[in-house]
């Protein structure tokens, strides 16, 4: 294939909705594998093809619409990955309904800010999830939820909230329903009823409202369209050359959209079979490679490593891989010899559903490891300047990436457009960038404080945010400290407040209270206020301090996550 991906997409742009994809991977791959499960190494796989897939999703479509669910209506889907969720995601778009997933990791109050704000009337739930009893901390944060009669509840909190559905209850518990009480209602919901809801599902609707943390204190929920999660599968299959004898195997949590449309969406429409784990966990994720025969693994680089570094690593049969990057700590292990296949040379953003520039996963290794690919059909970028938002026309400027198209969201949910676009409709991502004479695209780094760690975007405001009420501080800064597995960690710098002696320890316990494990700072460092930099209207200046905390780790040999520091 061309590595410029000129990707040959369904002919008619009206099946450019999930509704629509999901009758077509199933017209062309029938009884073939989508999903395989396990719920626990002693329980027999669960196994999902793609006829039951859409079968068990139209079933739970019209429950939804017999339970009131009606166009635009915000579904939203509390659960990890498992079969479940994905049947879930296809009946919300059946019944005419908008998908929220919810993050898994979100603590309780990230995930009440994360329904109130999206509106969510219906939420779709399973009750335990490793620590989570997620029933008892509904129940603990809204009682009257739990006083409330099932399918009538009225919570202030939660002012939209109607219904909550968890799938594995036995039967109701307090305002919650459990799925048999929800498949009941879809009894008098006639087959023909739901095809002509679906049929009124058009490309231009919205389809999924994603939650992702930005440059400001609460996570912005980004609008899509019934399109883009449908193009961005279609291109992933083919620029993955993903096929019907792969076996994908994902540590990508579906409730971003790299979980959707890179594994999910992707392997559907390729007619693949996903092996859908719920969490991650370096020991399983070997074992599940050797015994399942994995040909294709989606993990972010961190994970990559837990699994090389574990004692199993040796003792297992990797050389089933094929579609793993080649700088992967695994691909040695799996007998990998040559670059030939890998995904590096992209660029994309939760507000364009993952891809709006790439290459081929064939293209020339030298092409995918220094650039970031060339616009995909439908996208356009231009490179701006950061300050004036004036257009850089001339090859190689180096300035802000801007850039719209197909996939581009439908916008920022209740945030006016006219504050995140320009005039001629331009997103300017806060990505530095440029393009070369061949029209590749070249990253060169975030412009703004945002903090990638993991693969997660984390904002330093969340952070601060969540000390607020710390009268033992002073100073509270977080940074983003550059980590070769992870891209970088978190680092909070502090300065306590006078006769304070609050430690880094009671910090952090503080902040794992009131933070997704993942946005908690690996570190805590504290200065004296002599020491930082501030402008001249006394705000901290984020450059210099970033500079002062890696000195300070360099200086320590400080180690974290596998990592040492040091000059």
Request: hydrophobic share 40%.
């Amino acid at each position: 294939m061309d590595e410029s991906l000129e990707l040959g997409l369904q002919p008619d742009r009206e099946r450019y909705t999930l509704p629509a994809f999901l009758d077509d991977v199933a017209a062309r791959h029938g009884e073939r594998t989508a999903l395989r499960f396990q719920s626990a190494p002693e329980v027999a796989w669960q196994t999902l093809s793609y006829d039951a897939l859409r079968a068990e999703a139209r079933v739970l479509a019209r429950a939804l619409m017999g339970a009131g669910v009606v166009k635009g209506a915000r579904v939203g889907v509390l659960m990890a990955n498992r079969p479940e969720w994905v049947v879930a995601a296809f009946a919300v778009s059946l019944a005419g309904g908008v998908l929220v997933p919810v993050n898994t990791f979100a603590t309780p109050d990230e995930r009440d800010y994360i329904l109130r704000h999206s509106d969510t009337s219906v939420l779709l739930m399973r009750r335990h999830l490793r620590r989570h009893d997620f029933v008892a901390e509904i129940f603990a944060s809204h009682p009257e939820i739990e006083s409330a009669e099932p399918g009538r509840i009225r919570c202030q909190a939660l002012p939209h909230l109607r219904r909550v559905v968890c799938l594995d209850l036995a039967a109701a518990h307090g305002g919650i329903e459990s799925g048999a009480d929800l498949l009941a209602q879809g009894v008098d919901i006639p087959e023909a009823l739901l095809d002509a809801a679906a049929s009124e599902v058009r490309p231009s609707d919205d389809a999924i409202l994603i939650y992702t943390s930005g440059t400001t204190a609460h996570p912005k929920g980004v609008l899509h369209r019934q399109r883009a999660p449908v193009i961005q599968s279609w291109r992933f299959a083919e620029a993955m050359a993903l096929g019907r004898d792969d076996r994908v195997l994902s540590a990508q949590p579906f409730f971003w959209t790299a979980g959707i449309a890179m594994s999910l969406g992707a392997c559907l429409g390729a007619g693949a079979t996903l092996i859908v784990e719920e969490v991650f966990a370096a020991e399983r994720f070997l074992e599940l490679v050797e015994s399942q025969r994995i040909t294709a693994l989606h993990a972010w680089p961190h994970q990559e490593k837990a699994m090389a570094e574990h004692p199993d690593a040796g003792l297992r049969d990797l050389s089933s891989l094929e579609k793993i990057e080649f700088s992967s700590p695994l691909a040695s292990l799996a007998g990998i010899e040559k670059d030939v296949w890998g995904t590096y040379g992209s660029y994309g953003l939760s507000e364009t559903f993952t891809l709006a520039s790439s290459l081929a996963a064939s293209a020339p290794a030298d092409l995918r490891s220094g650039t970031s690919g060339r616009p995909l059909p439908g996208m356009m970028f231009r490179i701006v300047d950061p300050e004036t938002g004036e257009r850089l026309g001339e090859t190689g400027a180096r300035g802000e990436v801007a850039v719209k198209g197909v996939t581009f969201m439908s916008g920022y949910y209740k945030v006016e457009p006219e504050l995140y676009l320009d005039q001629e409709g331009f997103f300017h991502t806060q990505d530095g960038g440029s393009f070369d004479a061949d029209g590749l695209l070249h990253w060169t780094g975030r412009l703004s404080n945002l903090i990638k760690t993991g693969g997660a975007n984390v904002s330093p405001l969340e952070i601060e945010k969540a000390l607020g009420d710390c009268e033992e501080l002073s100073v509270a800064q977080a940074v983003g400290i550059p980590h070769p597995v992870l891209g970088e960690v978190i680092v909070l710098c502090a300065v306590r407040a006078a006769g304070a002696d609050v430690d880094e320890t009671e910090l952090r316990s503080r902040l794992r209270e009131r933070l997704s494990a993942y946005k908690v700072p690996r570190r805590v460092l504290f200065f004296e206020p002599d020491e930082l930099s501030f402008t001249s209207n006394q705000k901290l200046q984020v450059g210099p301090l970033r500079e002062l905390a890696l000195e300070r780790l360099q200086r320590e040999g400080a180690e974290i996550e596998g990592v040492r520091y040091g000059r």
